[in-house]
């Protein structure tokens, strides 16, 4: 048994430590992963926020013949483009108003080892002629100071822009995206490997369990179906703190759907339109030009033909925005959910 278990932490798409998903789509990542990391090669990792960026860089580092120098992380986008300029290529002493003394910058730190730059998408363009000029020649000059610096180091990108967008349109350099674009990955948004959500809340319970003391150690089926239906703009990390929420606020053993976000639930809330009244219009248009009349007897007929309609054309839309999820639709149409069960099956919307 134990040298199953060897052989499959060596297989190459095996999950990276730290990094929790089997979906294929990962998997693929990991393959990628464990291919460059072996090289001297420039990473591009993409992806929108919250989808592991970091863990990938950081994997990419432990795994390298680097992995015994120094691996120094840098966020672009948190920075002032005269802090970051300074940050990553250092500064002497009366370079600008402050800089009292010598200060290394993060790729001379980084010598020998990785740098991360994240967010490389937020440099301005004169900041990204030099960068270019680090990765192409591994020299640069500190800020006020005319002495080049050699270093070598590998670099790691990460961006959650669609960088050839942004040098199309002329926001980031194309010669840099080339450079950058040596090997991408490109990691997927939670929405697109909901397979692997349920292990992701079983990872979280244990890590915020064991933080707070607490031993929350079932998940309602209702509380997972919402989970793997909502579309998790945040990614991972979104999903990361509504579960250490849950297990905060539980009362219990047990993560239900109560402790759950309204937006997990109910989704999105509806943008508003004219639609329902227009659809009213337009179905009671549409009875009266097939001979219904609303003089005498037939008129309780003809208003109960009118909401009948109306209500079938308000659920099917309703189903439909809630990608045919009955809790969420329910939810939104402020009825319970063997109401709307049954009001499918009256109006043959596909309810079983």
Same mark, same amino acid.
């Given at each position: 048994?134990?040298?199953?278990?060897?052989?499959?932490?060596?297989?190459?798409?095996?999950?990276?430590?730290?990094?929790?998903?089997?979906?294929?789509?990962?998997?693929?990542?990991? @393959? $990628? $992963?464990?291919?460059?990391?072996?090289?001297?090669?420039?990473?591009?990792?993409?992806?929108?926020?919250?989808?592991?960026?970091?863990?990938?860089?950081?994997?990419?580092?432990?795994?390298?013949?680097?992995?015994?120098?120094?691996?120094?992380?840098?966020? &672009?986008?948190? #920075?002032?483009?005269?802090?970051?300029?300074?940050?990553? *290529?250092?500064?002497?002493?009366?370079? *600008?108003?402050?800089?009292?003394?010598?200060r290394t910058g993060r790729f001379e730190a980084a010598h020998t080892g990785t740098i991360f730059l994240d967010e490389?998408?937020?440099?301005?363009l004169t900041l990204q002629v030099k960068l270019l000029r680090v990765l192409q020649e591994q020299e640069f000059e500190?800020?006020?100071?005319?002495?080049?610096?050699?270093?070598? $180091?590998?670099?790691?990108?990460?961006?959650?822009?669609?960088?050839?967008?942004?040098?199309?349109?002329? =926001? *980031? @350099?194309?010669?840099?995206?080339?450079?950058?674009?040596?090997?991408?990955i490109v990691l997927p948004p939670l929405r697109k490997r909901r397979e692997d959500i349920p292990q992701l809340v079983?990872? *979280?319970?244990?890590?915020?369990?064991?933080?707070?003391? @607490?031993?929350?150690?079932?998940?309602?089926?209702?509380?997972?179906?919402?989970?793997?239906?909502?579309?998790?703009?945040?990614?991972?990390?979104?999903?990361?703190?509504?579960?250490?929420? &849950?297990?905060?606020?539980?009362?219990?053993?047990?993560?239900?759907? +109560?402790?759950?976000?309204?937006?997990?639930?109910?989704?999105?809330?509806?943008?508003?339109?004219?639609?329902?009244?227009?659809?009213?219009?337009?179905?009671?248009?549409? #009875?009266?030009?097939?001979?219904?009349?609303?003089?005498?007897?037939?008129? +309780?007929?003809?208003?109960?033909?009118?909401?009948? @309609?109306?209500?079938?054309?308000?659920?099917?839309?309703?189903?439909?925005? &809630? +990608?045919?999820?009955?809790?969420?639709?329910?939810?939104?149409?402020?009825?319970?959910?063997?109401?709307?069960?049954? =009001? #499918?099956?009256?109006?043959?919307?596909?309810?079983?």
């Amino acid at each position: 048994m134990g040298v199953q278990l060897n052989r499959n932490l060596a297989a190459p798409d095996a999950p990276l430590p730290g990094i929790i998903g089997d979906s294929e789509s990962m998997k693929a990542v990991y @393959r $990628t $992963t464990r291919q460059v990391a072996k090289s001297r090669a420039v990473v591009l990792l993409l992806g929108e926020t919250g989808t592991g960026k970091e863990l990938i860089a950081g994997a990419i580092h432990n795994l390298s013949q680097r992995r015994n120098g120094p691996y120094v992380r840098v966020n &672009c986008g948190a #920075l002032a483009e005269n802090l970051l300029e300074s940050e990553l *290529f250092g500064h002497v002493a009366g370079a *600008f108003t402050g800089a009292v003394k010598n200060r290394t910058g993060r790729f001379e730190a980084a010598h020998t080892g990785t740098i991360f730059l994240d967010e490389i998408n937020s440099t301005s363009l004169t900041l990204q002629v030099k960068l270019l000029r680090v990765l192409q020649e591994q020299e640069f000059e500190r800020v006020g100071d005319t002495q080049t610096v050699r270093v070598d $180091t590998r670099v790691v990108a990460a961006s959650n822009r669609d960088l050839a967008e942004e040098a199309e349109s002329g =926001k *980031f @350099r194309e010669d840099l995206y080339y450079r950058l674009n040596v090997v991408p990955i490109v990691l997927p948004p939670l929405r697109k490997r909901r397979e692997d959500i349920p292990q992701l809340v079983g990872h *979280f319970l244990n890590v915020y369990n064991e933080e707070n003391d @607490r031993y929350v150690s079932h998940i309602d089926a209702t509380a997972m179906q919402a989970l793997q239906d909502y579309d998790w703009p945040g990614n991972v990390r979104e999903l990361q703190n509504y579960v250490e929420r &849950c297990v905060v606020m539980a009362p219990g053993d047990e993560l239900t759907v +109560d402790l759950l976000p309204e937006a997990v639930v109910l989704g999105p809330k509806p943008k508003a339109s004219p639609v329902r009244k227009v659809d009213l219009e337009t179905l009671t248009y549409e #009875l009266v030009q097939q001979g219904l009349s609303t003089a005498g007897p037939q008129e +309780d007929s003809m208003h109960s033909k009118i909401v009948n @309609r109306v209500e079938r054309e308000l659920i099917s839309q309703v189903m439909t925005s &809630c +990608d045919n999820v009955q809790i969420k639709a329910a939810a939104r149409l402020g009825i319970n959910r063997n109401t709307l069960h049954k =009001k #499918l099956k009256e109006y043959d919307l596909g309810g079983e």
